[in-house]
């Protein structure tokens, strides 16, 4: 399928694992809903979490898609929830819990016949407070191995406000992932490394940091 935002347009394939950085949280709601509303006519299970008023919003776009919100929610084919505690451990943010929240999404959509799966997060909101960068990191690293090296059936679409966020932290999170949407502007990432050459590269600095040491 493809992704478009103001008129430009990417490829997007499974297994894909998009980042949004906005500015204001009202940019979600487009890029999200055009997303959302393609998977559900394309008989794919979806997910949006996020505060209340983002998923109203959200609710409110899809129906301007054309979406009968209603009857996706009651078939099972469309969650949208503000229960952030369903993502977390104990209040606190787990990478490797959030990646298997989303690998048992896949699992369910499956049994229930469904073709694939949609999910968006806000993870702004979700890690607020409860998650280190590199916890985030960590994050975005293993969802790039386990989704994109796999072909998984999953396209996941995950928002930061990067003015919360510290400005190495947004290069970092950019260098893994392939495509990116900032502001109105989706674009493919040229400096893109997958996960292997990214952990690859951590082991490599934390080598030349040990011969510093040494000397």
């Not at 090296?149 to 930061?160: E, G, K, T, V």
């Not at 495509?179 to 080598?207: C, D, H, M, T, W």
Request: with cysteine.
């Amino acid at each position: 399928m493809d992704l478009s935002v103001e008129g430009k347009s990417e490829r997007i394939p499974p297994g894909s694992h998009i980042l949004q950085l906005y500015n204001k949280v009202n940019e979600i709601a487009g890029v999200t809903a055009r997303l959302l509303s393609v998977g559900l006519t394309s008989s794919e299970k979806c997910l949006f979490a996020g505060t209340e008023a983002t998923v109203e919003e959200i609710a409110q776009a899809l129906t301007k898609e054309g979406i009968d919100i209603t009857a996706a929610q009651e078939a099972g084919q469309l969650v949208l929830t503000s229960d952030r505690e369903a993502f977390l451990v104990n209040h606190r943010f787990d990478p490797y819990h959030l990646l298997s929240t989303h690998q048992t999404f896949i699992a369910q959509a499956l049994r229930e016949s469904w073709t694939a799966v949609r999910i968006s997060i806000d993870m702004s909101w979700l890690t607020s407070e409860v998650a280190t960068p590199e916890a985030v990191l960590k994050y975005e690293a293993a969802s790039d191995a386990v989704f994109t090296f796999q072909n998984a059936p999953i396209i996941a679409l995950m928002h930061y406000d990067y003015s919360k966020l510290p400005g190495q932290l947004v290069v970092e999170m950019l260098k893994l992932h392939p495509i990116a949407v900032v502001g109105k502007f989706i674009k493919r990432n040229p400096y893109y490394l997958n996960s292997e050459q990214y952990l690859l590269k951590i082991l490599r600095v934390n080598r030349e940091k040990g011969r510093v040491v040494a000397m």
